[in-house]
């Protein structure tokens, strides 16, 4: 079954987080993932007007999604968007309906 990364952020400096934008794209691929929403137009509809960029990322299963995320070269990428470049959220969330 399939699983998503969902990313919310709010950038106070684009040109260090393209630093790792620049590195994620190949992280992504090599563990099977496909980028279905980064960044675009955006309308918020409920909640908080905080965050700026979304972004959601199709794994083939959840373990590919956490076997990314766990990954020593995306450690070491999302050290670009740290430390006051932005604020970010992430989840991984297994796909497919558990609403019961």
Same mark, same amino acid.
């Given at each position: 079954?399939a699983a998503?990364?969902?990313a919310r952020?709010?950038l106070y400096? $684009?040109?260090?987080?393209?630093?790792?934008?620049d590195?994620? $794209?190949?992280?992504?691929?090599?563990?099977?993932?496909?980028?279905?929403?980064?960044?675009?137009n955006?309308e918020?509809?409920e909640?908080s007007?905080?965050?700026?960029?979304?972004v959601?990322i199709?794994f $083939?299963?959840y373990?590919?999604?956490?076997?990314?995320?766990?990954?020593p070269?995306?450690?070491?990428?999302?050290?670009f968007?740290?430390?006051?470049?932005?604020?970010n959220?992430l989840v991984?969330?297994?796909g497919?309906?558990?609403?019961?």
């Amino acid at each position: 079954m399939a699983a998503y990364w969902i990313a919310r952020s709010k950038l106070y400096d $684009p040109e260090e987080y393209k630093r790792y934008t620049d590195l994620v $794209p190949e992280i992504i691929k090599k563990y099977n993932g496909k980028v279905l929403v980064r960044g675009g137009n955006h309308e918020h509809l409920e909640g908080s007007l905080y965050f700026q960029r979304h972004v959601v990322i199709e794994f $083939p299963t959840y373990e590919d999604a956490i076997a990314c995320h766990r990954s020593p070269e995306y450690q070491k990428a999302r050290l670009f968007r740290l430390n006051g470049v932005g604020d970010n959220e992430l989840v991984i969330v297994e796909g497919g309906d558990s609403t019961g």
